[in-house]
């Protein structure tokens, strides 16, 4: 298993592009989640998903939109890159059951907005 | 979920047992204490998670008070790729998010 993988590794953005950060899990989990790593500070939640089709809000959602039309698939979408945007984000994922509810997170996308 | 608190940093001495300790004295019943750690740069690393009992994995001894308002985390031999941020977390189980605090950065030297 590949476990999550995220594409690209880094990007730079100017003020006011637009990108897509992908994320993608072979573990056939249930939940995905959506976190932003400003430096020196813990993981803030984005967005996450229960499922195929199920989105919601996170701490941190403004500025960013998500879609979830497959298990495998979380894609983050940057509208109208800011510099306060600029930060490492992760991606993990999850399938809680019973004593457990283990994230897995991918290596990490490092963004930066001039 | 209930909040923690970790010294910010610790030093240990490569080879010799690192253990590092975490407060969580607001944690609810149905509330599980879980560690993470995050090396430089890289995504979070599950280590280990109870509830109440001791745990023992390849990597950790989780130990929790009987009270469950504290743990430590015992790293047993200590090496110079285990320096990272480690993260005590507790967490419900129910597919909320993780509740990143600052962690403790630990630094093994040789």
């Known amino acids: 298993n590949a476990g999550v993988t995220q594409t690209p590794k880094f990007r730079i953005l100017k003020i006011g592009q637009s990108m897509t950060l992908q994320c993608a899990q072979d573990?056939?989990?249930?939940?995905m989640y959506w976190y932003r790593q400003d430096p020196g500070m813990g993981l803030k939640l984005i967005y996450y998903s229960v499922g195929a089709g199920i989105t919601d809000k996170g701490e941190v959602p403004n500025g960013y939109n998500v879609s979830r039309s497959t298990t495998e698939d979380f894609p983050l979408r940057l509208e109208l890159a800011a510099p306060s945007q600029t930060s490492v984000y992760f991606c993990?994922?999850?399938?809680?059951?019973?004593?457990?509810?283990?994230?897995?997170f991918g290596p990490g996308t490092r963004l930066t907005v001039l | 979920d209930a909040k923690t608190t970790q010294p910010p940093s610790m030093d240990c001495a490569e080879g010799r047992a690192a253990n590092l300790p975490c407060n969580h004295s607001?944690?609810?019943?149905?509330?599980?204490v879980y560690w993470y750690r995050q090396i430089h740069s890289q995504g979070p690393q599950y280590i280990i998670h109870?509830?109440?009992n001791n745990e023992t994995n390849e990597m950790a001894s989780l130990i929790i008070t009987e009270d469950r308002k504290s743990s430590t985390l015992i790293l047993p031999h200590a090496t110079l790729r285990d320096t990272a941020v480690y993260y005590c977390?507790?967490?419900?189980?129910?597919?909320?998010?993780?509740?990143f605090g600052g962690g403790t950065r630990l630094m093994v030297k040789p």
């Open positions: 573990m056939n989990h249930n939940y």
């Open positions: 993990a994922s999850s399938t809680p059951g019973f004593g457990t509810d283990t994230q897995y």
């Open positions: 977390i507790v967490h419900n189980n129910a597919g909320n998010m993780l509740t």
């Open positions: 607001t944690i609810s019943g149905n509330e599980y």
């Open positions: 109870g509830l109440k």
